[in-house]
DNA sequence: AAAAACTTTGTCCGCTCGGTCAATAATTTT
DNA sequence: AAAATTATTGACCGAGCGGACAAAGTTTTT
């Protein structure tokens, strides 16, 4: 009866778990949830198919878990905005995370942007409750600080969307990006290059003026 | 011989065909190329899939079809890129304009998306030729008005870059504010908010401070 | 009005899909 | 070491896929 005793058995049950997930996330970015096939995931993770059934039942369950995934991890990274925190110096560091989560996690946030382009599908229950009150919770914060004239009026929904759409343009339009780049992916600099200039917009929209 | 005398067959033809166009740019975007099938467009079309063979031969060039048709738009936005025209008022426009598109066809961003998303295995051709030399264009521009100082020294192609990403935001990413927003499409005022918004954050984002 | 060209549509095909299932192998519990 | 549990895997199934094709209907050209 006893199972959480941790023995190989169990060490190599996660380790497969997460190998699987990986794969998922990969093959879900790039043919969305009806384009990706079990059988594609399986060869990414070099296992047989029914592996993955056996672990995760279904393709819908397993992409539900992938979902959830890269939410949690977006969900971490606005942690700085906080009523007492300085809003230009929390809105940087959540740009700035947000947009080393889109150079680290690109699959995650194409997966994510799959499924909002097809409405939800899977995950609208989650948009309606976590999503929906995790928002509302970060633009009550930001009003707190428009009425005390910390920031311009911007319409703090708008600039929540703004940011979301161009640190995430970074992963989820990896592809065009890197071909505007003469076919190469972004160098470091040009990393730094980004988060620099991403900021410089986007703060600079909300600073007050008499700054 | 003779063909282009546009008799009612003609006529009959060409309507036949927007038509399938249409069904096919709802259909691939909110399954993406591969999720979408040849019956669900042609049943969104009301008519036979072979009908639907007949006049594109392939799911791959009707496909195509479809995201031409979007860049194709999305260039002409563009127009008030110019030199001699105002900075603020020219990307401003721009702004509006692609706003305005967000709003119209929702549908054809999301396919561009879905396919960008996907690393463009369909018109990847299009991304290195029209896109890249039509990119390098607007950004001769606004360097241009950098020279002359009359906007601050960002990298215009990241600030291009985020004006993309923000107005197709609110395309491609329709049903996630629709369900922050009380499960409610955005009304009239919510729009023109949206785009004095927008344009606010961006376009204070690159203008002069001495202003 | 006969012939040619174009359009519409139902049927059919080989293939891949998600998922089931039973056989087997490996591990853990008795 | 026997029994029970858990993990791995290949064979298989009905369903839907993209597309080929031929028959029938319609329009245009002779």
Redesign the interface.
């Known amino acids: 009866m006893n199972k959480p005793e941790r023995g190989p058995q169990a060490r190599n049950r996660e380790e497969t778990r997460e190998r699987i997930l990986a794969a998922a996330e990969r093959v879900f970015?790039?043919?969305?949830?009806?384009?990706a096939s079990l059988s594609r995931i399986a060869a990414e993770a070099n296992l047989p198919k029914s592996n993955i059934v056996y672990y995760f039942e279904t393709k819908k369950k397993l992409y539900r878990l992938v979902v959830e995934n890269i939410f949690n991890v977006w969900r971490e990274a606005a942690d700085a905005i906080q009523p007492d925190n300085d809003p230009e110096q929390a809105l940087g560091d959540y740009i700035d995370t947000k947009l080393e989560l889109a150079r680290q996690r690109p699959y995650g946030s194409?997966v994510w942007?799959?499924e909002?382009?097809?409405?939800?599908p899977i995950v609208?229950d989650y948009?309606?409750g976590e999503?929906?009150s995790w928002?509302d919770d970060r633009i009550r914060v930001m009003n707190h600080w428009i009425a005390e004239g910390r920031i311009?009026p911007?319409?703090p929904?708008?600039?929540l969307?703004?940011i979301?759409?161009?640190t995430?343009?970074?992963a989820?339009?990896k592809?065009?990006?890197q071909?505007?780049n003469e076919?190469k992916e972004l160098s470091e600099a040009q990393w730094q290059?980004?988060k620099r200039?991403?900021k410089?917009?986007?703060i600079?929209?909300?600073a007050l003026?008499s700054e």
Chains 1, 2 share one sequence.
């Open positions: 970015a790039e043919y969305g949830f009806e384009g194409k942007a799959n909002i382009i097809q409405r939800a609208q948009l309606e999503l929906r928002t311009r911007i319409n929904r708008n600039l969307y703004a979301w759409a161009t995430q343009h970074y989820d339009f592809h065009q990006i071909t505007l076919d290059d980004t200039a991403v410089d917009i986007l600079q929209g909300v003026r």
